[in-house]
């Protein structure tokens, strides 16, 4: 049962535009989201997080957008970069146990 | 301050025969966790320390894993015997605080090990 989807495995963007990675969730008892980044050979991590209270938390570049009535997050790049080419995994907590999503490759070309 | 390590970072063996693998978290990280990634499937969980205790194991696949961490500090994740399913990466991660619905449960992760079972 995978409480956690990411639909996308893979995204592609110019260089400058807007990247924007999709999250979905079914466990109501999630209030914690957050969202890890994985470079080869690496193990995941922590980029940023939005508790259930909020809608929209920014950092830099990065936001995340949480719909709790649709059980969707989104992560916005803005302007994407070839460093950020990576795979992103959504994850959601509800009593500090974690699920991710199977993440999604983003490619950024330059 | 040193990270999450893991060892091996890579493992070979056939099926049937028995792996360790070894994880050291951030010290002073009171839980730890062990992942298992897939051929490019989701990081699943498979269990959570909290110290020494089990605090939860739902995603341990079957009695073929046995995990421990003795006095609370290192952990390991054995297998036996290990089958062709078992081939993925293993992520370990710890934290300082868990079980707090919506705190700052950030997990730091090791940079896994990639178990293949021929």
């Known amino acids: 049962d995978q409480q956690v989807k990411q639909n996308s495995p893979s995204l592609s963007v110019q260089e400058g535009r807007i990247s924007i990675l999709n999250c979905d969730y079914t466990n109501s008892m ?7 980044k994985k470079y080869p050979a690496e193990g995941p991590t922590f980029l940023i997080s939005i508790s259930s209270i909020k809608d929209k938390n920014e950092d ?5 957008f949480l719909n709790k009535s649709a059980k969707h997050l989104s992560l ?3 302007p994407s970069q070839p460093g950020d080419s990576a795979v992103y995994f959504c994850a959601a907590s509800g009593n500090g146990d974690m699920r991710f999503g199977a993440g999604t490759r983003l490619t950024v070309k330059p | 301050e040193a990270g ?18 070894r994880c050291d978290p951030i010290s002073g990280h009171d839980n730890l966790y062990w992942y298992r990634r ?7 969980f498979l269990l959570h320390f909290v110290k020494e205790s089990k605090q939860d194991e739902s995603g341990m696949p079957n009695n073929r894993f046995l995990a421990e961490r003795t006095g609370g500090t290192y952990s390991t994740l054995k297998v036996q015997p290990a089958e062709l399913e078992d081939s993925g990466v293993y992520f370990c991660a710890s934290s300082h605080r868990g079980g707090l619905a919506g705190d700052a449960n950030e997990q730091f992760f090791g940079p896994g090990t990639r178990l ?3």
């Open chain 2, 116 to 118: 293949t079972v021929l």
């Open chain 1, 76 to 78: 916005h790049i803005v």
């Open chain 1, 60 to 64: 830099g570049r990065f936001t995340v």
């Open chain 1, 30 to 36: 999630f209030d914690y989201f957050l969202w890890y």
């Open chain 2, 38 to 44: 897939v051929m490019g499937k989701e990081i699943k």
């Open chain 2, 4 to 21: 999450v390590t893991q060892f091996p970072s890579h493992s070979v063996i056939e099926k049937g025969q028995t792996v360790t693998l």
